[in-house]
């Protein structure tokens, strides 16, 4: 459960988290890479494209494999196809060929309602997934789709408002919030639903510094704490870099596959793929502008701020 | 010549008179110079955009009044008085669909030009140029604009304004959804028109390395009223402030904040990258320090 973590974390636990996140760190390392054979998301030489006329394919052959509990970022510039593939995996568009699993079902469209149940997905615009006249009825809607009973669902929902903090807006009308109040309550009404699978699109681009961490900490926390598949499509780096494993789509193809750590040593050429520069990498570029040398291996914040701080105070 | 732009006790209620109003600005005033560049930074639901919305008319004060380019705006402003003022502000706002509406991209960026008296081809040449300028293939430009990705959709809404050619330019974060290299192109490409045809912006943001970067002012908003006006070397000077009001610090001083814990001497905490190496390159032994270890 997401929201009674929220209350109940002190000392103790927070010692458990870190002792869990070093496990599963060890583990991770160990098993790197090997592949079970089913994943919670299959995708099997996946083409799309949104008109007959199109001459280019909008997804292109794509091969995905997603394990159960795993945090996978997907990354890429603009019009890359990274909400494209989003859609093909909620079925909410038909693929030209190729196969779908979730949670070992092929995606038909029989098999449709059942697999949208596992999926929770924020959408890049929130305005595109309001469908209750209050914000309340909004969260509540997705719970009501799925039988969930009236108590059940009450409390559901006051819980998912309370942890984005957004419980004093119940009875305002979603499409009369600010911007940022609009993500909140978009990803709200996916926490409510608690499904397996929850795939962020670019949901944290309009909250301010202090809740986009809120939002980050808080998938980190469904994530590593209570086990739902994270699927983030993010131009954001601290994002991608809290994820598992990170995919890069350009031009409709998943052209890389990447630990976090991996990908951070390419440098500039992070921004051909869509992502930012670590700001560790640019302050070390603009040193080297300046002649100073700096270690080659990718640094993160901390030992950037150890080894300077060590190199400026031993003179 | 456009004149500045003056705010005075602008308050702002929604639905007002209804059970549902709410008020979402209170007693805000502020003046903002020609040729400025204002970053206006605050919490979700602060009223930053509300504040915005002012400044072309889409919203009028509930009390209160403003100057914009010499048109004067109150609770009683016809909305065909704002025509003018309109042809001057050029507005991106948070939601780039809400300001598409043309049957394909190119049409959509060829608005402005043709309504302000080009013939339909020219308003198309100058349309097609934007569209490059922003980063926008080819391909796209016979779509609808509703057919694109999130990012794609946010470059058409700019290069619409951009084709306005407007005096003032009103942006609510208008790079959202933009991937990093589009981010700064289009913060570059907004610096150069500040630069070189004196355009006043006006911008919001969440994005305190802009505000670091691009700013000469900075307007702090808290439910929405103003809590600080002023630069952003004094608002990011103050870190405890900052903390208070739950605001963040550009990357740059929030790392020259962790050097200084370690006992890195810093005079006053850097803004940006460029100012940090170069402090940094100062205190830095020549031989570059210890390469490992
Ligand atoms: N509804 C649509 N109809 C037709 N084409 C579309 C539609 N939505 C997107 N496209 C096109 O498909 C391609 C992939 O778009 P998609 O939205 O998947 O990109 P994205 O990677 O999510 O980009 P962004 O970072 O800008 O959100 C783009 O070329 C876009 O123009
Ligand atoms: N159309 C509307 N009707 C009623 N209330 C609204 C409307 N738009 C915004 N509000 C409310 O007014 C307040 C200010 O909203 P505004 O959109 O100006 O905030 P903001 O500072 O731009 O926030 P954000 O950073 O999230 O975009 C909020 O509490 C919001 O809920
Ligand atoms: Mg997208
Ligand atoms: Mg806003």
Known sequence: MVVPFVYAFNILNLYFFMFRIMVLLILKTKFERERTMDGIIDIKDLCFRYSQENEKLDLSHVDLHVNEGEWLAVIGHNGSGKSTLAKAIDGLIEPESGEIFVDGQKLTEESLWNIRKKIGMVFQNPDNQFVGADVEGDVAFGLENQGIEREEMHIRVKEALQVVNMQDFAKHEPVRLSGGQKQRVAIAGVLALRPKIVIFDESTSMLDPEGRMQIISLIKQMNREEGFTVISITHDIDEASLADRVVVVDDGKIMGDSLPEELFQKGNELIDLGLDVPYPQRLKFELNKRGIQTPSEYMDEGSMVNWLSRSILKN | ?293
């Open chain 2, 1 to 293: 010549m456009v004149k500045s732009i003056h705010i005075e006790k602008l308050n702002y209620v929604y639905q007002s008179g209804t059970p549902f109003s709410r008020r979402a600005l209170t007693d805000v005033s502020l003046d903002i110079k020609t040729g400025s560049y204002t970053a206006i930074i605050g919490h979700t639901g602060s009223g930053k955009s509300t504040l915005l919305q002012h400044l072309n008319g889409l919203l009028k004060p509930t009390s209160g009044s403003l100057t914009v380019a010499g048109n004067h705006i109150t609770s009683e402003t016809k909305n065909k008085e704002l025509n003018e003022l309109r042809h001057h502000v050029g507005f991106v706002f948070q939601f780039p669909e809400a300001q598409l509406f043309e049957e394909t991209v190119l049409k959509d960026i060829a608005f402005a030009p043709k309504n302000f008296g080009k013939s339909d081809e020219e308003a198309e040449q100058v349309a097609a140029k934007m569209a490059t300028l922003v980063g926008l293939p080819d391909s796209v430009l016979d779509s609808s604009p509703f057919e694109l990705s999130g990012g794609q959709m946010r470059r058409v809404a700019i290069a619409g304004v951009l084709a306005m050619e407007p005096q003032i330019l009103v942006l609510d974060e208008p790079t959202a959804g933009l991937d990093p290299k589009g981010r700064l192109e289009m913060m570059e490409m907004f610096e150069q028109l500040h630069q070189e045809q004196h355009l006043t912006i006006i911008l919001v943001t969440h994005q305190m390395n802009d505000v670091a970067n691009y700013a000469d002012h900075v307007v702090v908003m808290e439910n929405g009223g103003l809590i600080a006006n002023s630069t952003p070397e004094r608002v990011f000077s103050d870190p405890d402030w900052l903390h208070k009001h739950h605001l963040g610090l550009p990357q740059t001083t929030a790392f020259a904040a962790k050097l200084a814990k370690q006992g890195v001497p810093f005079e006053t905490l850097p803004l940006t990258e460029k100012q940090l190496a170069e402090k940094l390159a100062e205190l830095m032994p020549q031989s570059g320090g210890e390469l490992h270890g």
